[in-house]
């Protein structure tokens, strides 16, 4: 089988499951208790933590591991939320655990505003520029979609905060960017940045939120005050230190360009199959539009061939349309249409190949059918 869709979830680490292993049968204490052992455990979550910062290139803040970015993103939405007559901006091309909440705020008596999408998948700062003022208290912008695989000028957006609304707060979903993309969160001063440790070969069900100055979040779980009281539940060792072999062992310069010279390759394929794709700076994720044919049969029938391929956002697959895509102004039928590529660093040239060659074939196929 040929995994092409990486967006959703890659494969661990090997040494990983090691680490994992070793933490859940034999290091297993929990890190609150008292006692040596367990004071050990808390320093290992620390070197974590700094691992999580170095790889951020952030020169201060803070490291609250979570259970995933779903909780680290609603962390950062309703622990930032203040009453009073705050507004929040959020972009339309936000994963459903950012967009939801942002309806949940709108559902709470917040005032909430949506920027819309620009052609080529990045928000469109204009009408963020217009959006913005002294009373907006959070601006989350997700770094790249995972739906697009476009990439926001997140230094940009910046700059529009820094000149209408300095003391607001900004939030950046990193899910598809962390590892994958270098950067530094001091670039563009993001105050919060999610990151998942799933979408780099690390453990599900574990991820994390950076935060820049942590007297500027509140909790939004209470217990026993784990992680300082901002994230309270006992931690996950085991995954949290799988997380942190999987940033040690993440080359991401050279990870990022076996891929970007496997995705040139593959979309060959798709160019002498007359597909249309977006053009980004991304190589792992390809948007393609197979005019035609309906995205959903053509990823089943890709299923029965050996190549495994998404149709969006796995936390949304299931539902009809598609906002982010309808917004880029896509039509009924080019949204229908597309499917999502996703690429890792551990696939091989032989097997992106072949995957061209089967993708396009089957495409060929189906549109002779439905003629």
């Not at 691992?51 to 259970?67: D, N, P, R, Y």
């Not at 990022?256 to 977006?278: P, R, T």
């Not at 053509?298 to 309808?326: P, T």
């Not at 996703?342 to 190949?353: A, D, P, R, W």
């Amino acid at each position: 089988m040929i995994y092409l869709d990486n967006a959703a979830t890659t494969k661990m680490y090997e040494g990983g499951v090691d680490i994992y292993k070793k933490y859940a049968c034999q290091s297993f204490y929990n890190p609150s208790a008292g006692y040596r052992e367990a004071t050990n455990i808390a320093h290992d979550l620390d070197n974590v933590r700094n691992k999580m910062l170095a790889k951020l290139k952030a020169t201060k803040g803070k490291i609250i591991f979570t259970g995933g970015a779903t909780e680290s993103n609603n962390l950062a939405i309703f622990g930032s939320r203040r009453n009073g007559k705050w507004e929040y901006i959020f972009s339309v091309g936000e994963h459903p655990s950012v967009y939801n909440g942002a309806l949940e705020l709108e559902r709470q008596g917040f005032t909430v505003h949506f920027v819309g999408l620009q052609k080529n998948g990045q928000i469109d700062y204009n009408q963020l520029e217009g959006l913005v003022n002294e009373r907006t208290r959070l601006i989350s912008v997700m770094h790249v979609s995972n739906e697009t695989g476009a990439i926001n000028d997140l230094k940009k957006i910046d700059q529009i905060r820094q000149k209408h609304c300095p003391k607001a707060l900004f939030h950046v979903d990193g899910v598809q960017a962390f590892c994958k993309l270098t950067f530094s969160v001091d670039d563009f001063n993001a105050d919060l940045y999610t990151f998942s440790a799933h979408k780099f070969h690390g453990p599900k069900g574990v991820g994390g939120l950076y935060v820049r100055n942590i007297s500027s979040l509140k909790n939004i779980v209470f217990g026993g005050g784990q992680e300082e009281g901002y994230r309270s539940g006992t931690e996950n060792v085991g995954g949290i230190m799988a997380m942190g072999f999987a940033v040690e062992h993440y080359n991401t310069q050279e990870n990022f360009e076996k891929v970007a010279s496997l995705q040139k390759i593959f979309l060959k394929y798709l160019d002498e199959a007359g597909v249309d794709y977006l053009k980004t700076d991304n190589p792992y994720i390809v948007s393609a539009s197979f005019k035609g044919v309906n995205g959903e049969t053509l990823m089943r029938v890709l299923q029965d061939k050996g190549v495994l391929v998404g149709i969006g956002s796995a936390c949304s697959a299931k539902k009809a349309g598609n906002r982010i895509l309808e917004n880029m102004g896509l039509s009924k039928d080019e949204v229908k249409s597309h499917i999502r590529i996703s690429f890792s660093e551990e696939l091989s040239l032989n097997e992106v190949e072949m995957a061209g060659q089967i993708i396009t074939q089957a495409y060929k196929e189906i549109l002779e059918k439905v003629k």
